[in-house]
């Protein structure tokens, strides 16, 4: 069973600046790792996939890098809308055995 | 416009059953597969089950494995989720989810707005 960690559990940014957010799997996923956004009171919508190529209609200030077992996700001027919890998922193992998304990463006004 | 649209979510006490339907517009249904991805009240995201585009092949958590079962009607354009003996930890948001045209390496790319589901005597 593949376990992704996400960290920090929060961060507390200010409006401007740069958010990196990391997720770390306990075995290689290789490049199989997406990301996700979800607002508050929102479903998820798909920000990155491949680790790094972002999804139709996602602004560049978002950016993936990684692989293997290291996986950063990288918001480089926070606006007001990106607030939010940043999941991490891996499909290396398809289907899933055991929790494919990691548990979350709030970012937080400072 | 891409939409799934979920329905079917209610309270309904431990061991009983619900059945969650998802109905798509604004894309070739048959072209994707799908995923039901659920989330607690407060909790992270947990995959539920998976569909082919043909029906054919079917995956379901450990969690779920002997009491959901997930299918499609192309004609439809619709998704069920039938969920039986249900349990307390089961109760939360259940989304149907899009996976991309060119497969699931490429992310789940369109969600529907979630159906709760409360498991509660």
């Known amino acids: 069973e593949i376990v992704l960690t996400q960290s920090p559990a929060t961060l507390s940014v200010s409006p401007g600046e740069r958010a990196t957010l990391s997720c770390r799997a306990s075995q290689s996923v290789g490049s199989n790792l997406a990301w996700y956004q979800q607002r508050p009171g929102q479903a998820p919508r798909l920000l990155i996939y491949?680790?790094?190529t972002r999804a139709t209609g996602i602004p560049a200030r978002f950016s993936g890098s990684g692989s293997g077992t290291e996986f950063t996700l990288t918001i480089s001027s926070l606006q007001s809308e990106d607030f939010a919890v940043y999941y991490c998922q891996q499909y290396n193992n398809w289907p899933p055995h055991g929790r494919t998304f990691g548990q979350g990463t709030k970012v937080e006004i400072k | 416009e891409l939409q799934l649209v979920e329905s079917g979510g209610g309270l309904v006490q431990p061991g009983g059953s619900l059945r969650l339907s998802c109905a798509a517009s604004?894309?070739?249904?048959?072209?994707?597969?799908f995923n039901w991805v659920r989330q607690a009240p407060g909790k992270a995201l947990e995959w539920v089950s998976y569909i082919t585009r043909s029906g054919e092949i079917i995956y379901y958590a450990d969690s779920v494995r002997g009491r959901f079962t997930l299918s499609r009607d192309n004609a439809k354009k619709s998704l069920s989720l039938q969920m039986s003996s249900l349990r307390a930890e089961d109760t939360g948001v259940y989304y149907c989810?899009?996976?991309?045209?060119?497969?699931?390496?490429?992310?789940?790319?369109?969600w529907g707005q979630g159906s709760t589901v409360i498991v509660s005597s």
């Open positions: 989810v899009r996976v991309h045209e060119a497969g699931y390496h490429y992310g789940m790319d369109v």
């Open positions: 491949i680790a790094s």
């Open positions: 604004g894309f070739i249904f048959n072209h994707h597969d």
